[in-house]
T-cell receptor, first 112, second 113 residues
């Protein structure tokens, strides 16, 4: 969905490096989410945010941190990347009082 | 705790035949159910949802899903499959109110000419 963009689209990094994945949206939605996708596991929630001042941990937040710089921007950081963080990462948005989420194109991250 | 199961890793269908992708769920209270589709190198696209009302829900690209409360199922269906329907399909249930989604592991649909 072109309304939700993620940068970079692909990234290869080394163990121990800090890396930031960025998400921007033009949909005007207040809810934003970060997921990771692993084969056979579906998508798992890392963090979610209701607004700039409201950040919440998901089911797999260890090793990750986030920053909601503005309503339209939500960044995910890996402070010290490790190989088992190799995955496809998705950002998603949702409008208040609605149910469905809208996803960005994903970032494929490889940690060597 | 909420959970979603997609019992089939892959479904193979001939073009023109009907297709079904299965999903069962476990949730306390009323379920909010969703289907998403993922094409190669793309993000997930919303197909349809069940929140309340009619058990048969119609969505994008000719897909529909049937909510069955007694069987706790929400199977995705299409009367006539297209090769272009080949993709990875995810079922999801709303958890924590509707603020979070819990996804199934996904089912790969392969439609053969």
């Amino acid at each position: 969905d072109a309304d939700v963009t993620q940068t970079p689209r692909n990234r290869i990094t080394k163990t121990g490096k800090r890396i930031m994945l960025e998400c921007s949206q033009t949909k005007g939605h207040d809810r934003m989410y970060w997921y990771r996708q692993d084969p056979g596991l579906g998508l798992r929630l890392i963090y979610y945010s209701f607004d700039v001042k409201d950040i919440n941990k998901g089911e797999i937040s260890d090793g990750y941190s986030v920053s909601r710089q503005a309503q339209a921007k939500f960044s995910l950081s890996l402070e010290s990347a490790i190989p088992n963080q190799t995955a496809l990462y998705f950002c998603a948005t949702r409008k208040l009082a609605t149910y469905e989420q809208y996803f960005g194109p994903g970032t494929r991250l490889t940690v060597t | 705790a909420q959970s979603v199961a997609q019992p089939e890793d892959q479904v193979n269908v001939a073009e023109g035949n009907p297709l079904t992708v299965k999903c069962t769920y476990s949730v306390s209270g009323n379920p909010y159910l969703f289907w998403y589709v993922q094409y190669p190198n793309r993000g997930l696209q919303f197909l349809l949802k069940y929140i309340t009302g009619d058990n048969l829900v119609k969505g994008s690209y000719g897909f529909e899903a049937e909510f069955n409360k007694s069987q706790t199922s929400f199977h995705l269906k299409k009367p006539s499959a297209l090769v272009s329907d080949s993709a990875l399909y995810f079922c999801a249930v709303g958890g924590g109110g509707y603020n979070k989604l819990i996804f199934g592991a996904g089912t790969r649909l392969a439609v053969h000419p």
